[in-house]
């Protein structure tokens, strides 16, 4: 264990997707409880429960919500289509401006229908940045492009890579565009460790960062474990059942300079039909041992 873990547990966040089976104010009353400081958060249970109810009910729990899950699916062909996605994640914006965040994480979304264009559709992603980043901005809300495993590019994120990622998020001021660094989708990439240091604005062509040169506007935690479920959405790893050197990318994006949250984002049906203060304490001792 590391001598910095006290504070690096301050830094710890679950993501609301890892304990789907509470509702929002047990995740709330659970979290204080277990000495957990930051929530990452999912539009349609904020919506149900009403945005400034949830604001609220954070906030009285002493708790801050790191991010907002999420906006994106910019690839549609249609303009009335397009134009729709971003009303939505206009209203995305306003959602995590109002939640007291300053991160709205993007899933880019996939092939159109027919499509086999994968850099057109990276294009309407760029494009969809350009007309969102300065909204948002104004705001005080940065988006965070996720990059995705490859095997969702069809149907669900064209950007596969964290190099494609900060290719478009490079084309804006840092300020409104920064990336989102997901263990789970990232550990494959021989590249990577390159490619968060040019995050970070400490190698490669990496522009100045909204605060201290970086680029990273999120970091995630799952692990990866097989064989995949069918549909392969709900997969994700408890920390350290699989092989993802979890302690690598901590120290890659310190070494970046990022000093955020570190949010622990797993969709994992077996986590989810177990006892939540059960699961919440595991990944409490699981973010020591293979993060700290």
């Avoid at 240091?197 to 190698?203: I, L, V």
Wanted: aromatic residues 6%; proline residues 5%; contains cysteine.
């Amino acid at each position: 264990m590391s001598d910095n873990t006290p504070s690096l547990l301050d830094r710890l966040s679950l993501n609301q997707q890892t304990l789907r089976q509470w509702s929002l104010p047990e995740l709330a009353d659970g979290c204080a409880r277990a000495g957990v400081r930051g929530v990452g958060l999912w539009r349609a249970p904020v919506q149900e429960y009403g945005v400034a109810a949830a604001a609220r009910l954070v906030r009285d729990a002493g708790l801050r919500v790191t991010s907002l899950c999420r906006g994106g699916f910019f690839t549609a062909l249609d303009p009335g289509e397009r134009a729709a996605a971003l009303d939505d994640n206009r209203a995305a914006v306003d959602e995590a401006a109002a939640l007291g965040t300053n991160t709205l994480v993007l899933v880019s979304g996939g092939l159109p229908a027919g499509s086999r264009d994968l850099p057109g559709a990276r294009e309407r992603v760029a494009d969809a940045l350009g007309e969102l980043g300065p909204y948002a901005a104004e705001r005080g809300v940065r988006l965070a492009v996720e990059p995705l495993h490859p095997m969702y590019a069809a149907d669900r994120c064209v950007v596969s890579t964290l190099a494609q990622a900060l290719d478009l998020a490079e084309r804006f001021p840092a300020g409104q565009v920064g990336v989102a660094v997901d263990t789970y989708h990232l550990w494959w990439d021989d590249t990577v460790g390159a490619q968060i240091g040019r995050a970070g604005g400490t190698g490669g062509t990496g522009g100045p960062g909204k605060e201290n040169g970086s680029r990273i506007a999120a970091f995630q935690l799952a692990d990866w474990v097989t064989p995949l479920p069918a549909g392969v959405l709900l997969g994700r790893g408890q920390l350290g059942d699989g092989v993802v050197d979890l302690r690598w990318f901590r120290e890659r994006v310190e070494a970046a300079g990022y000093r955020g949250p570190v949010e622990v984002e797993i969709f994992n049906p077996a986590l989810w039909a177990r006892d939540g203060t059960e699961v919440l304490a595991e990944i409490v001792d699981r973010f020591r041992t293979h993060v700290g």
